[in-house]
């Protein structure tokens, strides 16, 4: 079955620990992104990639990074620099970037003690 | 500034009950992109619809159904008949054209109960 895994569903840290989250996709998929969402708010962008190789910041990059070595797999890691990093991560792939339906994983809580 | 707003926090109605899901949105451009996605209990987002922003037309697919007016800059979200199983977080969300940002509005929870 074609889909988008994320490991772990919940992860626990402690606080000043680097942590990062999985993203695997066998869509074929050339675009993905992370996404954050918090307790009544919706989805914020965190960063996506068009392409291998290439990735942009979305509206809350601050204390995350990215890789995308490989076209079927986009890890986050959230770093200690992000002050807030307890919430729900969904990542998510598009055929091709632009105005496409996203596929979406199951996500990943994350919690920092 | 792109923004998408789902005023509604939460609804609750009785199965079979018909219930609107509102959404508000901005843009300045004039080509656009608008989106539905339910958030099951389970967590992961189900695509619904995506609508340009050349199509008025209303869209209907089973109990679902869509109302889209540019005059209002709203798209709006009609379950018919509602289920238990349609219990969930709506998310409305825009996307411009030539962006590859998709805005989110907060989301509206829906409890159905039987």
């Known amino acids: 079955d074609g889909g988008i895994t994320q490991s772990p569903k919940y992860l626990f840290r402690k606080e000043g620990q680097n942590v990062t989250l999985s993203c695997e996709q066998n869509?074929?998929?050339?675009?993905m992104y992370w996404y954050r969402q918090d307790p009544g708010q919706g989805l914020r962008l965190i960063y996506y990639?068009?392409?291998?190789?290439?990735?942009q910041k979305g509206d809350i990059a601050e204390g995350y990074s990215v890789s995308r070595e490989k076209k079927e797999s986009f890890p986050l890691t959230v770093t200690s620099a992000q002050k807030n990093p307890t919430a729900f991560y969904l990542c998510?792939?598009?055929?091709?970037?632009?105005?496409?339906?996203?596929?979406f994983g199951p996500g990943t809580r994350l919690t920092v003690l | 500034a792109q923004k998408v707003t789902q005023a509604q926090t939460e609804i609750s109605v009785v199965e079979k009950e018909d219930v609107t899901l509102d959404c508000v949105y901005e843009t300045r451009d004039t080509t656009y992109y608008l989106f539905w996605y339910k958030q099951p209990p389970s967590g992961e987002l189900v695509f619904l619809i995506r609508r340009n922003s050349f199509d008025e037309q209303n869209e209907i697919s089973g109990r679902y159904s869509w109302n889209f007016q540019k005059s209002t800059s709203s798209f709006n979200f009609t379950i018919t008949a509602s289920q238990v199983v349609d219990s969930a977080v709506y998310f409305c969300?825009?996307?411009?054209?030539?962006?590859?940002?998709?805005?989110f509005g907060a989301g509206t929870i829906l409890r159905v109960k039987s």
């Open positions: 990639s068009q392409i291998v190789n290439d990735f």
């Open positions: 998510a792939s598009s055929i091709v970037p632009g105005p496409n339906e996203q596929f």
């Open positions: 869509l074929n998929h050339d675009a």
């Open positions: 969300a825009l996307m411009e054209l030539g962006g590859n940002k998709l805005v």
